[in-house]
């Protein structure tokens, strides 16, 4: 009943983006600026997969990897919007809501976010998955996470000034679409810095709270700080990321977990860029030989603007899981 309920939603949202996409066609042929707002523009985007997973007993499989539509738009000058769904997002290929933000713009140096909305910490959790030159995620970017869909609900503040950016939101901890359970909210942020016109670099810090798995009233401690690089001058590009974690456990103990990844593209034409990435994690640092690295090669062929086609095949080696073997992933994404 409640599948019901929500792709009802869905098809309900879908009919209201039609709409506005309409409107957006109406505003954008006035000759008058100020006729402009509101505008709305209506997008989204679809992935599909083909994986050949050589760990034994898994059948390669075609899927719908992601499939989300939503509308962006200016209420004012300084008002926006951003509405996104997911009619499938992984892992259990479940509709949810996906970004729900208004923001702010109050100068440069102040924009005021509210809603559900990707969190600033590092890289690759802030960056649109769309936008990502691998198929997915760094596996120690998506295992130090502590939110689903990298998005939770709350208010963040952010700007920029010469060679100076900053984030940091006040959230609920509990993750996107997830109601809070315990009272301490998560603080989090990141601070930029533009080191040359190639080079920059980024520290990130989390502080917040947890509550167990079996428990209902007690809540620990959790941390998390990471620092990351990134170089670009065409057509090469190299970025990385290292994050540490260290959660608190209802025996008194700690749990330290950390990992990173190296990653580097060439565009050897306007179309065709080539990658490769290395990535390190390890779930508890205080425990020996159950450290987790892959190796992942991969092409990006793009059609137009974000829409491509694209091949990663990865050399797996989970020391504490030894079976998984290689994965070779080919997707096709269309971004409307």
Known sequence: MNNKITYSLVFLFALVLTFLSGQN????????????????KAGGFLQQQFTFDQTEDIPPRFAIHRARIGVTGNITEQISVNFIGGFKEPPNNTPRLVNAFIDFDVHSILKVRTGQFLLPFGLEGPEPIFLNPAIERATATRRLNTFAMFRDIGIQLSGSQSRFNYAVALVNGAGANNIEQIEPKD???????????ELRAGISGHAGQYQPAGTTNDHESRFRTGVDMRYESDPLFIRGEYIFRWDDLPSGDTREISGGYLLGGFELTEEL???????????????DDNHFTAFTIGANYYFIGNTRLSANYEFRNDQLNPEINNLFTVQMQVAL
């Open 25 to 40: 066609t109406a505003f954008a042929q006035s000759d008058n600026p100020e006729s402009s707002l509101p505008s709305y």
């Open 187 to 197: 603080l989090m942020g990141r601070v930029g810095f533009i080191l040359t016109d």
């Open 273 to 287: 860029q080539t990658i490769a990435r290395f990535e390190y994690f390890k779930p508890d640092t205080g425990i």
